[in-house]
């Protein structure tokens, strides 16, 4: 992914490939989101105007392009993760050790496709956080491009949680799904962030 061009990988998504898929979309959805507010800072960082900022401004940098990494590596590992799910879902199942095996591959597989969205909202969440820090301390002439990225990580979010629950819905194991599920719930309480965000976005650029 980190060596193909968008188009290569946006026509990848639009195949009937199942992976990249939904996931890896969010994944992205994310890092795009983390690369606006690098963005952001670095058109205040620098800046004698906004010098009162700078110290907020670079500190946030340095976690937005943590984050804009991350959200690629995540992108990439749904992919193999659903890989994985698909893969369990082909072994043999003629007898009864074969079905055990693969009933045990395609759950843990299930697991695993439901931790990488997870790990997405968890980014996701971070992103919208680190759009409300640097939202009173930017060159306000790139103010929308905050917005921009509280609503792409909030796209992410929401994306990548459709993800966690398909795969919530197959695993069997309770304590896994409500350890997953409680995580997820945790995550999602960002979104009121992100909504704030863009609303005082919107309001200031409107008045």
């Not at 990488?116 to 909202?121: K, N, S």
């Amino acid at each position: 992914m980190r060596q193909t061009t968008t188009e290569q990988w946006l026509t990848e998504l639009a195949s009937e490939a199942p992976a990249p898929g939904g996931g890896a979309a969010a994944g992205m959805s994310a890092a795009m989101g983390a690369a606006l507010v690098s963005m952001v800072c670095n058109l205040t960082i620098g800046k004698p105007k906004y010098a009162e900022h700078e110290d907020i401004a670079k500190e946030v940098l340095a976690e937005a392009d943590k984050a804009r990494d991350e959200g690629i590596r995540l992108a990439e590992e749904d992919a193999t993760a659903f890989s994985g799910v698909i893969a369990a879902y082909k072994m043999p199942k003629e007898t009864d050790e074969e079905k055990q095996a693969r009933t045990e591959a395609i759950q843990k597989g299930l697991v695993r496709a439901a931790e990488t969205p997870l790990a997405v909202c968890r980014l996701s969440a971070r992103v919208i956080k680190l759009s409300g820090l640097i939202l009173d301390h930017s060159n306000p002439n790139v103010l929308s491009d905050v917005a921009v990225a509280a609503s792409n990580a909030r796209s992410a979010l929401e994306s990548a949680a459709l993800n966690v629950d398909i795969n919530l819905a197959s695993i069997k194991d309770f304590d896994e799904r409500e350890r997953l599920a409680g995580d997820l719930n945790d995550s999602l309480q960002a979104k009121v962030q992100a909504e704030a965000i863009i609303a005082a976005v919107s309001g200031r650029i409107r008045s």
